[in-house]
């Protein structure tokens, strides 16, 4: 099976802007969790969605924001973009049973690496 | 506040046994332990996770305390391949909250 993609890879973007990351998960999986590294916070939960629906959310503010689609791709916006929003932000899918923070075993992208200048 | 605290290095030599502690003092009664490792330039990959009991896996055994305060990851022989970061993770209400991680280093 094709492992968990993410696109793209790379993103510059400039405060203010708005940003939207995608990740396919393994087939299928119906679970996908978001999640923010940065050197300074350590690696930190946004949110998981498990068919279309938003089960678990992480202490962000409403500018990050997420969506699943029905064939369990999701997306993630994060809007007005700030300095400090700057990560290695990794998505990571689960068959979604037990759910992520049970018993379901997660299965991580590369990531895609956004730098805000 | 930290919900979970490990060491930030290790140290270990090569196929020898680690055993890697965790403290999650505020952990309620049905908070899942999980571990997860992060090799550089890669995402995290799954270790091991438990609830009350010791469990065992092909890649690890995790130990968690009686009063389900602490847990230590076991590596039962450490290799090369095992050099990474490692994550203690504290599954509580409704998100993970990540410590710090272990850098495990593995001399040959």
């Known amino acids: 099976k094709a492992g968990v993609t993410q696109t793209p890879r790379y993103l510059i973007k400039t405060r203010g802007q708005q940003v939207t990351l995608s990740c396919s998960p393994i087939?299928?999986?119906?679970?996908v969790s978001w999640y923010q590294q940065t050197p300074g916070q350590g690696l930190q939960f946004l949110f998981e969605y498990f068919s279309e629906t938003q089960r678990n959310k992480g202490n962000f503010p409403g500018r990050f924001s997420g969506r699943q689609f029905s064939n369990s791709r999701s997306e993630m916006n994060v809007s007005t973009l700030e300095l400090g929003d700057s990560a290695l932000y990794l998505c990571?899918?689960?068959?979604?049973?037990?759910?992520?923070?049970?018993?379901?075993?997660?299965?991580f992208g590369p990531g895609t690496r956004l730098t805000v200048l | 506040d930290a919900k979970t605290t490990q060491p930030n290095s290790m140290e270990s030599n090569e196929e020898e046994p680690v055993h890697l502690p965790c403290n999650h003092s505020t952990i309620s009664g049905t908070d899942y332990i999980h571990w997860y490792r992060q090799l550089p330039s890669q995402g995290p990959e799954y270790v091991i996770h438990g609830l009350t009991s010791n469990v065992n896996n092909r890649m690890a055994s995790l130990a968690i305390a009686e009063d389900r305060k602490s847990s230590t990851l076991i590596l039962h022989r450490a290799t090369l391949r095992d050099a990474a970061v490692y994550y203690c993770?504290?599954?509580?209400?409704?998100?993970?909250?990540f410590g710090t991680g272990t850098s495990l280093t593995v001399i040959p």
């Open positions: 087939s299928g999986h119906r679970s």
């Open positions: 993770i504290l599954a509580t209400g409704n998100q993970f909250y």
């Open positions: 990571a899918s689960s068959p979604g049973l037990a759910g992520s923070l049970r018993g379901d075993t997660q299965y």
